[in-house]
């Protein structure tokens, strides 16, 4: 049972474009969806989080969209860098914290020069 | 330097041998995780311990064990009822706490088993 469902699997967007990175959940109970990011060979590291009060949260580059009716949550990334090339992990957590995450399956980024 | 090491960065052990792999933390988070990582399959919980001297199984933790007797420490123990041990495993701590924000993992070891 997948209780986030993360996609596209992999994205190719080019230098300056818009990424656009999508999950849903079904558990209503859910209160807390971070994202994080994964070079290769290392450990995920957040970039950016959001709890359902809001629907929308902007660091910088990387903005967090959250539907809660439709049970839907996207990272978007401006202005795409080669740097911001690595995998991406969208989670949840009925903990109201980082406790107890469930992970998407991810999407593998790449931006082209 | 805060944070978490995981020890080795690469392991090879043959089929059948238990193999045990190393965490430790250095934050003071009350909260210890495994999960293991597969290409295309994200992240998927095999055990987490909130407290010293408790742990609690998560998603996949058949074939696997651990043990949390210091705060700083958890280590996984991939034991050879596993079926398919090959992948890449990833150690996190975060503060058992409500207005905690983030899991912080370590750089993860990949096992592989011939």
């Known amino acids: 049972q997948q209780q986030v469902k993360q996609s596209p699997q992999s994205l190719i967007v080019q230098k300056g474009g818009i990424s656009i990175i999508n999950c849903a959940y079904e558990n209503t109970a859910f209160d807390y969806f971070p994202w994080y990011q994964q070079f290769p060979g290392k450990g995920p590291a957040l970039l950016i989080a959001?709890?359902?009060?809001?629907s929308e949260k902007k660091e910088g580059r990387f903005t967090i969209s959250f539907n809660k009716s439709a049970k839907q949550f996207s990272l978007h990334i401006m202005d795409s860098q080669p740097g911001d090339s690595a995998t991406y992990f969208c989670?949840?957590?009925?903990?109201?914290?980082?406790?107890?995450?469930?992970f998407g399956k991810g999407t593998k980024l790449t931006v082209n020069p | 330097d805060g944070g978490i090491t995981q020890s080795p960065k690469y392991l090879f052990r043959k089929e059948g041998q238990n193999v045990t792999l190393s965490c430790e933390q250095n934050?003071?988070?009350?909260?210890m995780y495994w999960y293991r990582q597969d290409p295309g399959q994200g992240l998927r919980l095999i055990y987490y311990?909130?407290?010293?001297?408790?742990?609690q199984k998560g998603d996949i933790a058949e074939g696997y064990s651990v043990s949390r007797e210091k705060k700083e420490s958890f280590p996984l123990t991939v034991t050879s009822a596993q079926k398919n041990p090959t992948a890449f495993y990833l150690c996190a701590s975060s503060p058992w706490d409500r207005a905690t924000d983030e899991q912080f993992f370590g750089p993860g070891t990949r096992l592989t088993v011939l």
């Open positions: 989670a949840a957590s009925d903990q109201g914290g980082s406790e107890k995450l469930v």
């Open positions: 934050l003071n988070h009350d909260a």
């Open positions: 959001i709890r359902p009060d809001v």
């Open positions: 311990s909130q407290i010293v001297n408790d742990f």
